[in-house]
């Protein structure tokens, strides 16, 4: 079994895009397909696919702002038939060795829908094992939380290269990135870090 990473073109991401993202994620979370492939135009948006003997195994979708300090792990799944399996964390493990290998990215961003605002306990138990899968991974809380289109997230982070005593630094990368790759418009009527 052969397995490979491989940074996505436009169409690898559309397929991914309609036969799983829109499967694999709420409907509010999902960002419209023309708002990825502009923010991968501009360079703000990196899409990676895991393969095992050329089978798609996860994808990642990344957003970073200009100075490319932080990234922002939008979106990270399995596929169905693989979950369980390990390709997460090593999904996970690869992109950290990516960032560090070839960018001069100092931290990775995570947003997880918040336990708190679950609404029913079937809903909480899936939120509770996506934060242990992150932890598990290395990943970090933080004490503040966002809303991003109406969704509360929590906000999880690691640092790729040294760790860096400074929670406002996670905050304001978090905020560049999505002025990045939103207009300000929209940005200011459905960002909210708190």
Same mark, same amino acid.
Do not use: W
């Given at each position: 079994?052969?397995?490979?990473?491989?940074?996505?073109? !436009?169409?690898?991401?559309?397929? &991914? $895009?309609?036969?799983?993202?829109?499967?694999?994620?709420?409907?509010?979370?999902?960002?419209?397909?023309?708002?990825? =492939?502009? /923010? @991968?135009? #501009? /360079?703000?948006?990196?899409?990676? /696919?895991? +393969?095992?003997?050329?089978?798609?195994?996860?994808?990642?979708?990344?957003?970073?702002? !200009?100075?490319?300090?932080?990234?922002?792990?939008?979106?990270?799944?399995?596929?169905?038939?693989?979950? %369980? @399996? %390990?390709? %997460?964390?090593?999904? #996970?493990?690869?992109?950290?060795?990516?960032?560090?290998?070839?960018?001069?990215?100092?931290?990775?961003?995570?947003?997880?829908?918040?336990?708190?605002?679950?609404?029913?306990?079937?809903?909480?138990?899936?939120?509770?094992?996506?934060?242990?899968?992150?932890?598990?991974? !290395?990943?970090?809380?933080?004490? $503040?939380?966002?809303?991003?289109? /109406?969704?509360?997230?929590?906000?999880?982070? =690691? $640092?790729?290269?040294? $760790?860096?005593?400074?929670?406002?630094?996670?905050?304001?990368?978090?905020?560049? &990135? +999505?002025?990045?790759? #939103?207009?300000?418009?929209? +940005?200011?009527?459905?960002?909210?870090?708190?």
């Amino acid at each position: 079994m052969r397995i490979k990473i491989v940074e996505l073109n !436009d169409e690898e991401i559309k397929e &991914i $895009y309609t036969k799983h993202m829109v499967n694999d994620f709420p409907v509010s979370e999902v960002k419209p397909l023309e708002v990825i =492939l502009q /923010g @991968k135009k #501009l /360079g703000h948006y990196q899409c990676f /696919g895991m +393969y095992e003997d050329n089978a798609l195994m996860a994808y990642a979708f990344m957003a970073n702002a !200009d100075n490319k300090t932080a990234v922002l792990l939008d979106y990270l799944a399995v596929i169905s038939d693989a979950r %369980g @399996k %390990g390709y %997460g964390t090593r999904m #996970l493990r690869e992109l950290k060795k990516h960032y560090l290998d070839k960018c001069e990215t100092k931290v990775l961003i995570i947003e997880a829908e918040s336990i708190k605002s679950s609404k029913n306990d079937a809903e909480k138990q899936i939120r509770e094992r996506r934060i242990r899968f992150y932890r598990n991974n !290395d990943l970090l809380e933080q004490d $503040y939380f966002s809303v991003v289109f /109406g969704t509360e997230f929590s906000i999880l982070y =690691l $640092y790729i290269d040294e $760790y860096v005593e400074d929670k406002d630094l996670i905050k304001d990368v978090y905020s560049e &990135i +999505y002025h990045a790759i #939103l207009e300000d418009s929209v +940005y200011e009527k459905n960002i909210f870090i708190r």
